[in-house]
């Protein structure tokens, strides 16, 4: 099953090259503990600053369900990670587990139809903002003078509170995700508005969904579309 996953997502590369392009989605088609998608980055995560983005659609984003959105673990701490709280506030995590170390934000919900969510923060004011669908929200002033460490491991689907381990199925990802990009610098309100357009913006130079590695782990899986550029 792993393998096959994996042997997918290069068929979506190999088509990607013909005159037909193949967009590449994430499925977590159920609620376990068993299945992930670690992504692999093209530099290390130390970083002053960063720009987070990922087309999601679920299901889950009702009542008090936690939902995982991105999870970046080091040896020893939940290092930057983005929840759907249980109050049905998204949040942002840097080098903490501790909620009430998180900044907290009010967005319109996640739901069936994809949503292109971003996040920017920064060391030096330490402003913090998330994007839905194009739209900044507002900032807040969240870690400043912080750095996000390098060495651990990025995944989608799953909350480690071990390194790579002890997952809690209340807390993983059903539904699809799709372009996940990070830059390690803010990008300006207009080039996020131009990336949920689908329009020209400059390539993830930490992840790049074009060319990015990953490995599929459990009931996760990788569906190849055509799309009409
Ligand atoms: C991370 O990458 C930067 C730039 O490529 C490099 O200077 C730094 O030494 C690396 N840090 C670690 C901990 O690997
Ligand atoms: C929602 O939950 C988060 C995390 O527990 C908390 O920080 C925040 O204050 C809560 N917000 C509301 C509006 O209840
Ligand atoms: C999920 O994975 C388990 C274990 O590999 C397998 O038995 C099951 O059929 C899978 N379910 C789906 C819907 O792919």
Redesign the pocket.
Known sequence: MKLFANLLLFGCLHLASTDMPMRKSLLFPLETDTSYVELIPQ??L?MTSFTLCMRLATELATGNREIILFAYRTQNYDELNVWRESNGTYSLYLATSNVNNAVVFKLPELNAFQTHLCLTWESQFGLTAFYVDGRRSLRKVYNVGHKVT??GRVILGQDADAFLGKFDKKQSFVGEITDVNMWNYVLPTAIIKDLHAGKYAPRGNVFDWETINMKVNGNASVICDRSVV
């Open positions: 530099r290390n130390s390098a060495g």
